[in-house]
């Protein structure tokens, strides 16, 4: 059974600092690309941070460029997200998704249940 698993989220001030984890278990990812995505109350999903499972390529959301960075621990399976100088609109349920390269994220093989992220003003 494959699953992912978020951590690491919580309530933080603005300017503050969270990291989130996504441990994958059940398959091997390799041709996928593993990432985050984002829904606030009353608003779409929304595509935050990936990073490709082989090769290592990152891509953001322009809103989160230059705050937050993706990465990926081949020995633990998990990716990570590390959110830094956050603001009251990063606030939402953050998700860990699995698609296979070239698909889109509406087309996600693999969801974890989400983590709620809440910043402060």
């Known amino acids: 059974q494959v699953q992912l698993v978020e951590s690491g989220g919580g309530l933080v001030q603005a300017g503050g600092s969270l990291r989130l984890s996504c441990a994958a278990s059940g398959r091997t990812f390799s041709g996928y690309v593993m990432g985050w995505l984002r829904q606030a109350p009353g608003k779409e999903r929304e595509f935050v941070a990936a990073v490709s499972w082989g090769v290592g390529i990152r891509t953001y959301a322009d809103s989160v460029k230059g705050r937050f960075t993706v990465s990926r621990d081949y020995a633990k399976n998990t990716v990570f997200l590390q959110m830094n100088s956050l603001k009251p609109e990063d606030t939402a349920v953050y998700y860990c998704?699995?698609?296979?390269?070239?698909?889109?994220?509406?087309?996600?093989?693999?969801w974890g249940q989400g983590t709620q992220v809440t910043v402060s003003s």
């Open positions: 998704a699995a698609v296979q390269g070239g698909r889109r994220w509406t087309d996600a093989d693999y």
